[in-house]
């Protein structure tokens, strides 16, 4: 498993129930949310293979970023249970 930081831009805001299966995946899959619109998620997924997934949840014009969580990284006011998350879902390098 891979810990990958997830980000996004949704462009409807307005139309945030739209967005519920992408809120049910996330917590389908154990994620931690770290900022309003960062998360933590571990994955057996590839990088592409794990946008792309997330982006079929959300509008074509919203924005998914995704990347791979690594050891060199630190935080400011993350929200609770960010270190937590992390130490559960360690990078692997």
């Known amino acids: 498993m891979t810990s990958w930081i997830v980000s996004y831009d949704l462009k409807d805001v307005e ?6 299966p992408l809120w049910d995946y996330f917590e389908a899959h154990g994620a931690h949310r770290v900022q309003e619109s960062l998360w933590f ?8 293979d ?13 924005r998914i970023f995704v990347s791979e969580l690594v ?12 270190y937590d998350w992390e130490k559960a879902n360690p990078p692997s390098r």
């Open 41 to 48: 998620l571990s994955s057996s997924l590839g990088v592409r």
């Open 15 to 20: 139309g945030s129930q739209d967005y519920q």
């Open 50 to 62: 794990l946008t792309e997934e997330l982006g079929s949840l959300v509008h074509k014009q919203d």
């Open 71 to 82: 050891k060199n990284n630190f935080w400011q006011a993350p929200l609770a249970g960010t």
